[in-house]
């Protein structure tokens, strides 16, 4: 309604008042669904443009401002782990291949654009090393032995270019050859096993243990 400048208020209200987690809870479930307010509904692709002009640029609550490196990692701490509001979740196939065309060509933020070579430069610093997510005690940089391709080719073909754990062939690119303990040097036939991609990202990176179907 005209005349009424309800976000003020609610933010008066706000700073002498917290809801408990429970009262949260209540408000989220008694607004989430078939009970909001906008469900059913989409707004038009005229009004997207006009919401997206109204907060770009100068526009924007945070344009010139920057969040401090303690702010940064309150925020990244507070979406990791449970409490990521995709933890546990798994996306349907269909839905991966919605979201990944719906950020593909023009409709992608960065279509068009470069990074400078000084952006470049930052950003591969800023995941460089240790700082990368994938890091784990620097074992990535232990060269493999001179015969490593010829053992690895033997393990594809030990096991008929097939991912053991979800059963997929490789036809047109290669299979990887994980080493079971961690260990490079350990080139026992034991020790080897061939991976798909998909399986093998969660093993190597995120420490899973292999479990066979």
């Given at each position: ?149 010829k053992i690895s080719d033997s393990i ?53 243990e292999i479990c066979l179907q």
């Amino acid at each position: 309604m005209k005349g009424h400048n309800y976000g003020d208020k609610c933010r008066k209200f706000g700073k002498s008042h917290i809801f408990s987690k429970e009262t949260r809870d209540k408000i989220s479930k008694a607004l989430s669904g078939e009970n909001s307010y906008w469900f059913g509904k989409h707004h038009s692709k005229e009004t997207r443009e006009k919401m997206s002009k109204s907060t770009s640029g100068e526009n924007h609550p945070l344009y010139g401002k920057h969040h401090s490196q303690k702010t940064k990692i309150k925020m990244s701490k507070a979406h990791i782990g449970e409490n990521n509001h995709n933890y546990g979740k798994q996306f349907s196939k269909e839905i991966r291949y919605k979201m990944s065309k719906a950020q593909s060509g023009e409709k992608s933020h960065m279509f068009g654009k470069t990074h400078s070579k000084e952006t470049k430069i930052k950003i591969s610093k800023a995941f460089s090393g240790e700082n990368h997510y994938n890091w784990i005690d620097g074992r990535s940089f232990i060269p493999y032995g001179s015969d490593w391709h010829k053992i690895s080719d033997s393990i594809r073909d030990r096991d008929d270019n097939t991912c053991p754990k979800c059963g997929v062939k490789s036809i047109e690119s290669k299979l990887a050859v994980h080493h079971i303990d961690g260990d490079k040097n350990n080139y026992s036939e034991d020790n080897l096993i061939s991976l798909c991609v998909m399986c093998h990202t969660p093993v190597q990176y995120r420490g899973l243990e292999i479990c066979l179907q």
